[in-house]
């Protein structure tokens, strides 16, 4: 994503300049995307347009040996190895999907101990091992946390472990507590604890309703906030459909007047994080806001890596391979994948939708 404009001070929220409003300044997913695209060219030439099936899906022992490191950090390769609070949480959720509580436990020691704050049961968004301090802006990014919270509830009852359930309902309080809001008239779930909201409006970001964790945490706790998140996170949704094939963009702001619209001073594409909308969606089971996702990709010319749905202005690269797996998850069937490397976020695309699958059946 591009670089946001800031948004003016309001209560205790304030926006802090970078991707995902988080100040970082490197995207993962345009250069993830970037590298494929330029890989993957030559494949989709050759086969007269539609990308080659890969020789083979990835695996979860690929994925460790490639993003995982011994002491249970897990290293973002399209971003200059940086570690975040999003790629813990899909560790320890594909790491319990799998089975191997050895990887689990690593995982969860590193996040822990390096990236949880003091002042709430909530988790530092990013490290850079190059950098002094390693941890250097200490705003949460709520999916991360989101993830964190129901990889630990997931594992918790897998290995009946009381402690990883302790921990995944104190990180639930911390994110009602500090994360979910009402702005106007809605129970919102701000993207982090810093940022996002002026007077003017609150930009939200849609991929971060992670469905099945929200569906999770009500179910534990149906007196808490979730079922009014879900609610009026289902109907935000139903309204950030945007130009003629009625689809979010990566990013949404709340206007007092306007509604929901494209975010402001960001691209308005159904993108690198969107693209997770639709995985969210079947993996809960909600089918009928699937129909935009399935309708757009139903058509093979229409799996790139982005669209920007107002003026129609697409991507030159394709749908990677991780996306293409989301997209036949959507549309209940295999798709021929990219063949090609993948780093960090295309295979984690690829495993959580595999994991989606197993589960919806």
Same mark, same amino acid.
């Given at each position: 994503?591009?670089? +946001?404009? @800031?948004?003016? &001070?309001?209560?205790?929220?304030?926006?802090?300049?970078?991707?995902?409003?988080?100040?970082?300044?490197?995207?993962?997913?345009?250069?993830?995307?970037?590298l494929l695209g330029s890989l993957l060219g030559a494949c989709?030439?050759?086969?007269?347009?539609?990308?080659?099936?890969?020789?083979? +899906?990835?695996?979860?022992?690929?994925?460790?040996?490639?993003?995982?490191?011994?002491?249970?950090?897990?290293?973002?390769?399209?971003?200059?190895?940086?570690?975040? /609070?999003?790629?813990?949480?899909?560790?320890?959720?594909?790491?319990?999907?799998?089975?191997?509580?050895?990887?689990?436990?690593?995982?969860?020691?590193?996040?822990?101990?390096?990236?949880?704050?003091?002042? &709430?049961?909530?988790?530092?968004?990013r490290f850079d091992a190059t950098a002094t301090p390693a941890?250097?802006?200490?705003?949460?990014?709520?999916?991360?946390?989101?993830?964190?919270?129901w990889g630990l509830m997931r594992a918790a009852r897998r290995?009946?472990?009381?402690?990883?359930?302790?921990? /995944?309902?104190?990180?639930?309080?911390?994110?009602?507590?500090?994360?979910?809001? $009402?702005?106007?008239?809605?129970?919102?779930?701000? +993207?982090?604890?810093?940022?996002?909201? /002026?007077?003017?409006?609150? !930009?939200?970001?849609? /991929?971060?309703?992670?469905?099945?964790?929200?569906?999770?945490?009500?179910?534990?706790?149906?007196?808490?906030?979730?079922?009014?998140?879900?609610?009026?996170?289902?109907?935000?949704?139903?309204?950030?459909?945007?130009?003629?094939?009625?689809?979010?963009?990566?990013?949404?702001?709340?206007?007092?007047?306007?509604?929901?619209?494209?975010?402001?001073?960001?691209?308005?594409?159904?993108?690198?994080?969107?693209?997770?909308?639709?995985?969210?969606?079947?993996?809960?089971?909600? !089918?009928? @806001?699937?129909? +935009?996702?399935? &309708?757009?990709?139903?058509?093979?010319?229409?799996?790139?890596?982005?669209?920007?749905?107002?003026?129609?202005?697409?991507?030159?690269?394709?749908?990677?391979?991780?996306?293409?797996?989301?997209?036949?998850?959507?549309?209940? !069937?295999?798709?021929?994948?990219? $063949?090609?490397?993948?780093?960090?976020?295309?295979?984690?695309?690829?495993?959580?939708?595999?994991?989606?699958?197993?589960?919806?059946?």
């Amino acid at each position: 994503m591009h670089m +946001p404009t @800031p948004l003016p &001070a309001a209560g205790a929220h304030r926006m802090i300049a970078g991707d995902d409003g988080h100040g970082m300044t490197i995207d993962r997913r345009t250069m993830t995307l970037g590298l494929l695209g330029s890989l993957l060219g030559a494949c989709a030439r050759a086969a007269g347009g539609q990308p080659q099936e890969a020789a083979a +899906p990835p695996t979860w022992d690929d994925w460790k040996r490639r993003f995982l490191t011994k002491d249970g950090r897990v290293v973002d390769t399209g971003n200059g190895g940086i570690s975040h /609070s999003e790629g813990q949480g899909y560790g320890l959720i594909l790491a319990e999907a799998a089975g191997d509580r050895r990887a689990f436990e690593q995982i969860w020691r590193w996040t822990e101990t390096v990236l949880a704050r003091r002042d &709430a049961r909530l988790f530092s968004w990013r490290f850079d091992a190059t950098a002094t301090p390693a941890v250097s802006d200490v705003n949460n990014a709520t999916d991360g946390d989101l993830l964190i919270a129901w990889g630990l509830m997931r594992a918790a009852r897998r290995w009946r472990v009381a402690k990883w359930e302790a921990a /995944s309902r104190a990180i639930r309080i911390a994110i009602a507590s500090e994360l979910v809001a $009402a702005i106007q008239g809605r129970i919102v779930l701000l +993207p982090g604890f810093q940022g996002f909201v /002026s007077d003017k409006r609150t !930009q939200l970001n849609p /991929s971060y309703y992670v469905w099945p964790a929200l569906d999770a945490f009500r179910a534990a706790d149906p007196e808490g906030p979730w079922g009014d998140v879900i609610a009026d996170g289902e109907a935000l949704l139903a309204e950030a459909r945007f130009g003629a094939n009625r689809l979010p963009t990566d990013w949404i702001d709340l206007d007092p007047q306007a509604g929901v619209r494209p975010a402001e001073g960001r691209p308005a594409r159904f993108g690198y994080d969107a693209v997770r909308v639709p995985l969210y969606l079947a993996w809960s089971g909600r !089918q009928a @806001p699937l129909a +935009p996702f399935r &309708a757009w990709w139903a058509t093979p010319a229409n799996r790139v890596a982005w669209v920007d749905v107002l003026s129609g202005e697409r991507a030159s690269e394709p749908l990677s391979a991780g996306g293409t797996a989301v997209a036949g998850l959507a549309l209940g !069937q295999a798709l021929a994948v990219p $063949a090609g490397p993948m780093d960090y976020y295309t295979m984690t695309l690829a495993l959580l939708a595999a994991a989606a699958r197993r589960e919806m059946r």
